[in-house]
């Protein structure tokens, strides 16, 4: 089943083309990482995803349902806001800077979106931000505030919050840059267990050798366009494209 699909989406800032026109399919369960070097494109291709950034033109479509679509003159048309609400539940996003509430302690700011999106009582989004505190291996830290946690276990905590709400798929933006080479280990731990868990994500990230290990499709951007696409022992082992090439030349000893 189809989860996502994105259909001709295009996008600028004043005069510059940052996504010039990408198609995308994601199915369920599928884990698709997305590579490619500064300024390809990459972030605001998952910003424009997640609605964060609003696209010019094209389609976005989340289980069938549409969010975007393109009117006669080729301006990008919403779905009015209702809906659009019920479609950005089926997703969640993790930020590279984590993004959490540094007033809120840990529990706080993992039941605080299940309570005020989803409307679930305390007691049950407690038990919920509990289970995915264990299965991060950070119980011990329920009542800690972020100051208080390294990078990786905030990063850690962050996506217990975007799995508190249940989505159907989620989005990582670069999720270890911001941490240091010896915690970025224990983040890509915790995607691999994802994945193995059936979890349907897209993931931009420069590190190629996660990229390949976790990802079972590797999407290259270069200057807003998908130059090369297919599975990582194709794309990253064996690119056919000298852009590709080019750029995985710059990574050799990290793969």
């Known amino acids: 089943m189809k989860l996502l699909e994105i259909k001709n989406l295009k996008k600028s800032f004043g005069d510059l083309e940052v996504i010039k026109d990408i198609s995308l399919d994601v199915e369920e369960g599928q ?50 806001g209702k809906d659009l609400k019920r479609i950005q539940s089926y997703f969640g996003l993790v930020f590279q800077n984590f993004n959490l509430f540094p ?8 039941i605080d979106p299940p309570i005020t999106v989803q ?19 950070l119980s011990h830290k329920e009542d800690a505030y972020p100051y208080q946690l390294s990078g990786g276990q905030q990063q850690r905590v962050s996506i217990a ?40 994500m897209v993931i931009v990230t420069h590190e190629m050798g996660f990229a390949r290990d976790v990802a079972d499709h590797i999407i290259f951007m270069n200057d807003g366009l998908i130059v090369e696409e297919g599975a990582p022992e194709q794309v990253i082992n064996n690119p056919e494209n000298e852009r590709t090439k080019a750029f995985l030349n710059r990574f050799s000893n990290a793969i």
């Open 161 to 200: 919050r975007a799995l508190a709400l249940n989505p159907r798929i989620l989005f990582f933006d670069e999720p270890t840059s911001a941490l240091d080479p010896e915690l970025t280990g224990e983040i890509l731990k915790v995607i691999k267990d994802l994945a193995a868990e059936n979890m349907t």
């Open 103 to 110: 007033h809120y302690s840990v529990i706080k700011n993992i």
């Open 119 to 137: 409307k679930k009582s305390k007691d049950e989004a407690i038990e919920i931000g509990r289970e995915l505190l264990a299965k991060m291996g």
């Open 31 to 80: 884990v698709v990482g997305i590579i490619g070097p500064s300024g390809s494109g990459k972030s605001t291709l998952l910003r424009c995803a997640t609605m964060l950034e609003t696209m010019d033109s094209g389609e976005l479509i989340y289980l069938g349902e549409k969010a975007v679509t393109t009117d006669e003159s080729g301006r990008a048309v919403y779905a009015p």
